[in-house]
């Protein structure tokens, strides 16, 4: 008789108590993330022990393909000991045995083990032996690896992750560039606010310059309110505002100034020089500012990123911003923002999302820029439930995701 039990219906107190204080939790697998992917059915399911403690989770999202047939997937799931055999056995057997009642043909999952963590720009560690254990117990209840693949669009979640580790003083953590570029934008007057729902309008359209500006399409409006009614207590949303009139008017009265002091005949050799160069300096950055002031009229909002904390980890999820502002730097200063309002309340760790594993591509170099620590995960796996049909089923799902590559 096993001393477990399987549950495919876990009360939401229960479940989210046992994932975020998990070393594998990820907001991924959170409860409410069923709420989130509302295209897809699920199970939120779990395993408890003899004693009624739940020791196995998994929110398990269900897809149907052509044929009445279904996939399940867990993203960066599911949440267990996989090192423990019998327990990693048992769940997927169970999972399975659900799955066939479904008509599901494989079940996809991903889940938050860590192969190697390493400073970027620091030289590659081997790959965690433990890791690579629990790699061979995955594959011994008959999952397929897809390897250590390289680049994003080879798996559902990307392999590759850069994040922040907790500090007391982000302006000493990044590289002296980084803060100079926090200080232009502090300079030229941008300033960053956490805001409520209202601010969703105006994030959206920041976005949406975004996905003009990369030739790519993200999320609208009404999925980043889904976010923040998903997760009410544990979503920010920063905006990054300036009036480019606050900054033009400082320029000029710097002009004024000076040159009242190249008027003055006590002005010496030296202090002349610097006048005319501090001139110079506003007068040229007045000119570059000239389509800015004739294209935007009062306060803007130039930049935004919205975040979501689930356990001790906080999500960036989207950030965006207006390139017609791109030398007011308002990302630094908006990033930097984001960093130290997530570890002043109490998360461990910022996860900036999925870069390419050559960590060459343009968000690796971005993401550098605040000396991050490089996350590779395990990787994705496929469990066969309908062997017969396994192979075509895969083919159906990769045509399937790139269909319906913004669901």
Same mark, same amino acid.
Request: net charge negative; with cysteine.
């Given at each position: 008789?096993?001393?477990?039990?399987?549950?495919?219906?876990?009360?939401?107190? =229960?479940?989210?108590?046992?994932?975020?204080?998990?070393?594998?939790?990820?907001?991924?697998?959170?409860?409410?993330?069923?709420?989130?992917?509302?295209?897809?059915?699920?199970?939120?399911?779990?395993?408890?022990?003899?004693?009624?403690?739940?020791?196995?989770?998994?929110?398990?999202?269900?897809?149907?393909?052509?044929?009445?047939?279904?996939?399940?997937?867990?993203?960066?799931?599911?949440?267990?000991?996989?090192?423990?055999?019998?327990?990693?056995?048992?769940?997927?057997?169970?999972?399975?045995?659900?799955?066939?009642?479904?008509?599901?043909?494989?079940?996809?999952?991903?889940?938050?083990?860590?192969?190697?963590?390493? =400073?970027?720009?620091?030289?590659?560690?081997?790959?965690?032996?433990?890791?690579?254990?629990?790699?061979?117990?995955?594959?011994?209840?008959?999952?397929?690896?897809?390897?250590?693949?390289?680049?994003?669009?080879?798996?559902?979640?990307?392999?590759?992750?850069?994040?922040?580790?907790? $500090?007391?003083?982000?302006?000493?953590?990044?590289?002296?560039?980084?803060?100079?570029?926090?200080?232009?934008?502090?300079?030229?007057?941008?300033?960053? =606010?956490?805001?409520?729902?209202?601010?969703?309008?105006?994030?959206?359209?920041?976005?949406?310059?975004?996905?003009?500006?990369?030739?790519?399409?993200?999320?609208?409006?009404?999925?980043?309110?889904?976010?923040?009614?998903?997760?009410?207590?544990?979503?920010?949303?920063?905006?990054?505002?300036?009036?480019?009139?606050?900054?033009?008017?400082?320029?000029?009265?710097?002009?004024? $100034?000076? !040159?009242?002091?190249?008027?003055?005949?006590?002005?010496?050799?030296?202090?002349?020089?610097?006048?005319?160069?501090?001139? !110079? !300096?506003?007068?040229?950055?007045?000119?570059?500012?000239?389509?800015?002031?004739?294209?935007?009229?009062?306060?803007?909002?130039?930049?935004?990123?919205?975040?979501?904390?689930?356990?001790?980890?906080?999500?960036?999820?989207?950030?965006?911003?207006?390139? =017609?502002?791109?030398?007011?730097?308002?990302?630094?200063?908006?990033?930097?923002?984001?960093?130290?309002?997530?570890?002043?309340?109490?998360?461990?760790?910022?996860?900036?999302?999925?870069?390419?594993?050559?960590?060459?591509?343009?968000?690796?170099?971005?993401?550098? $820029?605040?000396?991050?620590?490089? $996350?590779?995960?395990?990787?994705?796996?496929?469990?066969?439930?309908?062997?017969?049909?396994?192979?075509?089923?895969?083919?159906?799902?990769?045509?399937?995701?790139?269909?319906?590559?913004?669901?």
């Amino acid at each position: 008789m096993s001393i477990y039990h399987f549950e495919i219906n876990i009360q939401k107190e =229960d479940y989210n108590k046992f994932v975020e204080n998990h070393p594998y939790c990820n907001l991924l697998q959170s409860y409410q993330w069923a709420d989130v992917k509302k295209n897809w059915d699920h199970l939120h399911t779990g395993v408890y022990d003899e004693n009624h403690q739940l020791v196995a989770a998994g929110l398990v999202l269900i897809k149907s393909l052509p044929f009445g047939f279904t996939m399940f997937y867990l993203p960066r799931g599911p949440i267990l000991d996989y090192k423990n055999k019998p327990l990693l056995k048992y769940y997927f057997s169970e999972l399975k045995r659900i799955a066939k009642k479904r008509h599901c043909l494989f079940i996809k999952f991903d889940p938050e083990i860590h192969m190697r963590d390493y =400073d970027f720009g620091t030289e590659q560690p081997e790959m965690d032996p433990e890791s690579m254990k629990i790699l061979d117990n995955i594959q011994s209840v008959g999952a397929f690896h897809h390897g250590f693949t390289t680049y994003i669009a080879e798996t559902a979640q990307a392999r590759f992750h850069m994040g922040v580790r907790k $500090n007391d003083d982000m302006d000493h953590h990044v590289p002296r560039s980084t803060l100079r570029s926090k200080n232009v934008a502090i300079r030229k007057h941008v300033h960053v =606010d956490l805001v409520d729902r209202s601010g969703l309008d105006e994030f959206a359209k920041v976005m949406h310059m975004t996905e003009q500006r990369k030739n790519v399409q993200l999320r609208n409006e009404e999925y980043f309110k889904l976010l923040m009614e998903t997760y009410p207590d544990t979503t920010y949303l920063f905006l990054a505002s300036v009036d480019p009139q606050d900054r033009k008017s400082e320029l000029e009265e710097t002009i004024k $100034n000076n !040159q009242e002091k190249l008027d003055s005949e006590e002005l010496g050799n030296k202090a002349r020089k610097k006048a005319n160069q501090e001139i !110079q !300096q506003a007068q040229q950055e007045l000119d570059s500012m000239k389509e800015i002031l004739d294209k935007y009229q009062g306060p803007q909002v130039i930049a935004g990123g919205l975040m979501i904390g689930y356990g001790k980890t906080v999500e960036m999820l989207y950030a965006g911003m207006n390139e =017609d502002f791109r030398t007011f730097r308002p990302q630094y200063l908006t990033y930097m923002t984001q960093f130290s309002y997530a570890f002043e309340h109490g998360y461990d760790y910022v996860t900036m999302g999925g870069v390419e594993g050559t960590l060459k591509d343009g968000l690796s170099v971005y993401k550098s $820029n605040f000396n991050p620590v490089v $996350n590779e995960f395990i990787g994705e796996f496929d469990l066969p439930v309908n062997k017969i049909l396994f192979k075509p089923a895969q083919k159906a799902y990769e045509m399937l995701k790139k269909r319906n590559s913004s669901d």
